[in-house]
């Protein structure tokens, strides 16, 4: 089952992931809430939408903007609405 790791943490886990463009994005029911942060951090993807941020924290540690979502997905990407994906360092594994 992909996991999303930081800081030696599981920060997300779901046999339910999709992949786009090579990132796996997990529901939003399987992030583990209490490692995240609302950003202010806003970014456009041309065919997705509009992208808002997370901060990941691990122990005293913050890792900026390292998860993304699309509350409100384009069309052609509503299979990942609310679905949350991880870069920055965040490993995830199967």
Sequence with gaps: MPKAVWNGTVIAESDRTEVVEGNHYF???SIKKEYFQ????????PWKGLASYYNVA????????????????KEKAKNIEGYVAFWRGVKVES
Excluded: R
Aim: aromatic share 12%; charged share 20%; net charge negative.
């Design 27 to 29: 529901p939003a029911d």
């Design 38 to 45: 609302e950003s202010n951090t806003h970014t456009t993807c």
């Design 58 to 73: 691990v122990d005293g540690q913050v890792n900026k903007d390292a998860a993304w979502y699309y509350p409100s997905a």
